[in-house]
């Protein structure tokens, strides 16, 4: 007997959804046994991942931590979808989120000590199209040049990192702060600081622009004709290039809305939970979300609820490393199952298995 795979005459629609669940439960028994290699109890450090933060005995505590958490995740990935779904390729978002940091707090900082109601919104702009700048690069470069925007963008991170380094050092760092590395505390200067909505309730601008994001881009992708486009282009580009689509215009909008919205998401976390430009403010938001985004089918109300999910595994994965001993780096790999799973699984909507028995073998024959 053995396997095959053999592909289907259509890919099957009941795999698209199932998918992404069954690659959550194989991840679960994975890391379960990556977690007893480790020497801790597999079904423990399962339930204190995905039981704790929702009712656990501080999950009151937790719980509005999931918005603090999805918001970026659920923002960058959004727009991360678009170009995926037209077969645009930006792996730079982790960039596109420090550089828009960088110059939404900087608009802050330029005007501190001011106090006055439209700084937070010339802040959200300025991140808005500092994200963009960054993500403009890679689109310019593949029309201008024919670069690979996989490359550049994914390059452009480790340029980012080091621009956050020198501000941290340098421009930006605080004058009141003794000399260590660091800007001013945001969450200290009450114009410039993303702070909750509701108290206790976890929702600032963040969520509620992640919110919209995810909206707007159901409606785009549903019922515009450049949502058309994007689809079209992805599924078939040939047909895309018959049709009239302006590929220039797809890579710039694109990789210009994607770059947009990373860089929002960077402003409101350095404006809200991280507080203050910092040599480690990045913590892989714009990489993670590539799995949210492929979690979540690349639709957005799937990248939401996927969004959601990849929280609960930081937050879990948090409490995991202070009550279990977990190592960070397991949580990583953890994390990083999902999308090899995924992606795994997801062979399953365009093949079949099927189970053969073996030939007889003719020389064995009497």
Not at 151 to 163: F, T
Not at 317 to 329: K, T
């Amino acid at each position: 007997m053995r396997l095959r795979l053999e592909k289907r005459p259509q890919p099957a629609r009941h795999w698209i959804y199932l998918s992404p669940v069954l690659a959550v439960l194989v991840t679960m028994l994975a890391g379960g046994a990556l977690f007893a290699a480790l020497g801790k109890n597999p079904v423990a450090a399962i339930s204190t991942i995905f039981w704790e933060p929702l009712f656990g005995e501080f999950a009151f505590y937790y719980r509005p931590q999931l918005l603090v958490k999805g918001a970026p995740l659920v923002l960058i990935a959004i727009g991360l979808a678009l170009g995926f779904r037209a077969g645009i390729w930006n792996i730079g978002a982790e960039g596109q989120y420090i550089v828009g940091a960088l110059t939404g707090a900087g608009v802050a900082l330029a005007f501190y000590p001011l106090d006055a109601w439209f700084l937070f919104g010339l802040m959200i702009l300025a991140g808005a199209l500092g994200g963009l700048a960054w993500g403009m690069i890679p689109a310019l470069l593949k029309l201008r040049f024919g670069t690979n925007e996989i490359l550049v963008s994914l390059m452009l991170v480790y340029v980012a990192e080091q621009l956050l380094a020198a501000m941290a050092l340098g421009p930006m760092r605080n004058p009141e702060g003794m000399g260590f590395p660091g800007s001013r505390n945001l969450q200290n200067y009450p114009a410039a600081h993303n702070a909750e909505l509701i108290a206790g309730s976890g929702m600032h601008w963040g969520v509620v622009a992640a919110l919209i994001a995810v909206i707007f881009a159901h409606i785009l992708l549903g019922r515009h004709i450049l949502g058309y486009q994007i689809r079209l282009t992805g599924q078939a580009p040939r047909a895309a290039r018959f049709a009239g689509v302006n590929p220039a215009r797809l890579i710039l909008f694109c990789l210009g809305t994607s770059g947009a919205l990373a860089g929002m998401a960077g402003l409101f976390e350095v404006s809200g939970p991280a507080g203050q430009v910092s040599i480690d403010f990045n913590v892989g938001y714009g990489f993670t979300a590539i799995i949210v985004a492929f979690l979540g089918r690349l639709h957005p109300l799937g990248i939401l609820a996927a969004g959601l999910l990849m929280a609960l595994t930081y937050i879990g994965g948090e409490i995991a490393q202070s009550e279990l001993g977990l190592p960070a780096a397991a949580i990583q790999v953890f994390q990083g199952m999902l999308l090899f799973f995924l992606l795994a699984v997801d062979v399953l909507t365009n093949y079949r298995l099927r189970l053969l028995s073996r030939a007889p073998d003719p020389s064995r024959s009497l």
